[in-house]
């Protein structure tokens, strides 16, 4: 799929750029988002290691544990191939409760931390069993409690109440999140 | 609301340190032990993250956007949708800096209390770039196969922009 999206979105800025006439731009962009992607990496890789830690010092002295018997309930439903395994488990937890705090550059490295323990006793290797894909699913949708880059910007601004937009922002997450999922959980059905 | 945001962070590393050092676990290896994994993650997401972020600039760069928007702004204005608004959700699954830059625009040009402006910020506040976590968490365990993830995914997407729409318009 990546790999179609991929080409798609190459064709695409070309084919664009043919009729918009901003090849000159298009060319920049080549040669400057290669090295805006590597800024990226750089950028995220401390954030990365210090979470990674972080959650180690979790799983050794329990906390992890606690948290993953608390929301059992929940993870058995949406991640039915992991729900005899802890491990698995914790991490799922851990990124779950990231994304709820609103710890945006928390959530990513926990992610990938679960992805790993459910990648551990993945049959397939290179497939996503229903289980990766309803978490990668939750994780574009994810729910913020305090979107503060919003608002923030709002109150730059110069609005009147830059948090009267919360509700809709909690409304809304959570509509499109339960959508998410169960589209997730329909389009599962269909073996591998 | 924003000073309570503050403390959040702050207070979730202090508690786990705090219980970690009541079980006396051996704190900064352990640290530096996961810490040596997140090096590992770091590396093996670049390449993807590297292609990812190359074609997200090429796509705004080409003026991609103007020209779906301009497609669809006809069909979406006559259901009374903001046409400023549509660009945002063009591009909001796709890339989180440029959807952040963009709301600012929004709201520099339409003020920050207008419907627009309000729309704007709830797309964009209430979901994730969904590319990037799909290429990010899948790169980083070479899954090749995501099967129905983006289908899904998108349609999500697709609810967001349209509940976001619907919600500001009903509320305020």
């Keep these: 799929m990546m790999n179609y999206i991929w080409s798609g979105m190459i064709i695409i800025s070309f084919i664009s750029a043919c009729i918009t006439g901003r090849m000159a731009e298009l060319s920049n962009a080549i040669l400057q988002g290669a090295s805006n992607g590597i800024t990226l990496v750089i950028t995220m890789c401390g954030a990365m290691c210090f979470w990674t830690g972080l959650i180690k010092i979790a799983d050794v002295s329990g906390v992890t544990r606690v948290l993953t018997r608390v929301l059992t309930p929940l993870l058995i439903k949406l991640f039915p191939d992991y729900k005899d395994n802890e491990k698995a488990k914790g991490a799922i937890c851990g990124n779950i409760v990231a994304n709820l705090l609103g710890l945006g550059n928390a959530a990513t490295p926990l992610g990938i931390n679960a992805m790993k323990e459910m990648s551990k006793t993945n049959p397939l290797r290179d497939t996503a069993n229903n289980s990766m894909v309803m978490f990668v699913v939750i994780n574009t949708a994810s729910i913020q409690l305090i979107p503060t880059t919003v608002a923030m910007l709002r109150q730059s601004y110069g609005s009147n109440s830059p948090f009267d937009i919360l509700p809709c922002i909690w409304i809304t997450s959570i509509i499109s999140l339960v959508f998410g999922i169960i589209m997730a959980k329909l389009l599962g059905r269909k073996s591998i | ?172």
């Design chain 2, 1 to 172: 609301m924003s000073i309570l945001g503050n403390y959040v962070l702050p207070i979730v590393l202090t508690l786990i340190i705090l219980i970690a050092l009541y079980k006396k676990v051996h704190i900064f290896d352990v640290f530096l032990q996961g810490a040596k994994e997140g090096l590992s993650s770091t590396l093996s997401i670049t390449p993807s993250l590297i292609g990812l972020v190359t074609a997200v600039a090429m796509i705004k760069a080409s003026g991609a956007l103007d020209i779906f928007s301009a497609v669809i702004s006809p069909i979406t204005s006559f259901f009374g949708v903001p046409s400023d608004v549509i660009p945002m959700a063009l591009i909001r699954p796709i890339s989180g800096s440029g959807s952040t830059a963009l709301l600012d625009s929004i709201l520099k040009e339409n003020g920050a209390d207008s419907l627009c402006a309000k729309i704007a910020c709830v797309m964009s506040g209430s979901t994730e770039t969904t590319f990037y976590a799909i290429t990010v968490y899948y790169s980083a365990v070479s899954v090749k196969h995501t099967r129905h993830t983006v289908p899904s995914a998108l349609f999500a997407d697709l609810v967001n922009a349209t509940v976001s729409i619907a919600i500001v318009i009903i509320f305020f």
